[in-house]
T-cell receptor, first 115, second 114 residues
Framework: AQKVTQAQTEISVVEKEDVTLDCVYE???????LFWYKQPPSGELVFLIR??????QNEISGRYSWNFQKSTSSFNFTITASQVVDSAVYFC????????????FGTGTRLKVLA | DVKVTQSSRYLVKRTGEKVFLECVQD?????MFWYRQDPGLGLRLIYF???????EKGDIPEGYSVSREKKERFSLILESASTNQTSMYLC?????????????FGEGSWLTVV
C-alpha cells in the first residue's frame, strides 16, 4: 500500500522562528518521487520541490530546505526564519512508477506564522 | 511557466442543477486531473485523463463525469448538484505520469450548492 502521513495538522510559530514540517511515506516500490506543495489562502497549490528516490541529497533553496531520508521513509521540510507570508497549508505527495497514475497526497499541515 | 486556468473561482448553484467546471492548460500536457479538497480529507482524485477522450475514474467519481474533447481542456460535470458536493475543486495537468512528473495545479474553484 502507498501512503503519505503528515501527522502535524496545524503548527503555529512566531515570525523568525525555524519550523519543520514532517512527511512520512510508505511504498514498496524502489523508484518513486516525492513532492511538496504550498497552498496559500488564495487556493492554488504551488509546486515547491520534486525529489526522486535515488537522490538523497538534501536541498536548500533560500530559506527552504528539505531532508530526505530513505532509512526512515521521511521527506521533511524546514523553513528557516519564518515569515508571515509562509502561512499556508503544505502538502507532501508521493508518486510511484508501478503503473498507477495516482499521486498520493498527505492531508496537509497548516502553518500559521504570527507577527 | 505552466499555466492551468480554471474558469470560475466561486460558484453558487442550486440543488439539482447541472454544473460545469472548466479547466484549460497551456503546456501541451498529456495528463489532466480533477481533485476535490475538503478539510481534514486532503486531496481526493475524482477523474484522470491521459489523452483526448480518454479517462480513468479516481477515488470518488460518483456523481461526477468529465469531458476531454481537446488536449488543453478538461471539464468536470456535476449532472445534478447536491449539497454534499459543496467543496473546493482543483484541476491539474502534467507530462506522462510514468516518470513521476510534477503535476501543476490551477487556482481552484469554490463551489457552494444550496
Amino acid at each position: 500500500a502507498q501512503k503519505v502521513t503528515q501527522a502535524q495538522t496545524e503548527i503555529s510559530v512566531v515570525e523568525k522562528e525555524d519550523v519543520t514540517l514532517d512527511c512520512v511515506y510508505e511504498t514498496r516500490d524502489t523508484t518513486y518521487y516525492l513532492f511538496w506543495y504550498k497552498q496559500p489562502p488564495s487556493g492554488e497549490l504551488v509546486f515547491l520541490i520534486r525529489r526522486n528516490s535515488f537522490d538523497e541529497q538534501n536541498e536548500i533553496s533560500g530559506r527552504y530546505s528539505w531532508n530526505f531520508q530513505k532509512s526512515t521513509s521521511s521527506f521533511n521540510f524546514t523553513i528557516t526564519a519564518s515569515q508571515v507570508v509562509d502561512s499556508a497549508v503544505y502538502f507532501c505527495a508521493l508518486k510511484t512508477t508501478s503503473g498507477t497514475y495516482k499521486y498520493i497526497f498527505g492531508t496537509g499541515t497548516r502553518l500559521k506564522v504570527l507577527a | 511557466d505552466v499555466k492551468v486556468t480554471q474558469s470560475s473561482r466561486y460558484l453558487v448553484k442550486r440543488t439539482g442543477e447541472k454544473v460545469f467546471l472548466e479547466c484549460v492548460q497551456d503546456m501541451d500536457h498529456e495528463n489532466m486531473f480533477w481533485y476535490r479538497q475538503d478539510p481534514g480529507l486532503g486531496l481526493r482524485l475524482i477523474y484522470f485523463s491521459y489523452d483526448v477522450k480518454m479517462k480513468e475514474k479516481g477515488d470518488i467519481p460518483e456523481g461526477y463525469s468529465v469531458s476531454r474533447e481537446k488536449k488543453e481542456r478538461f471539464s468536470l460535470i456535476l449532472e445534478s448538484a447536491s449539497t454534499n458536493q459543496t467543496s473546493m475543486y482543483l484541476c491539474a495537468s502534467s507530462l506522462p505520469v510514468d516518470s513521476g512528473n510534477t503535476i501543476y495545479f490551477g487556482e481552484g474553484s469554490w463551489l457552494t450548492v444550496v
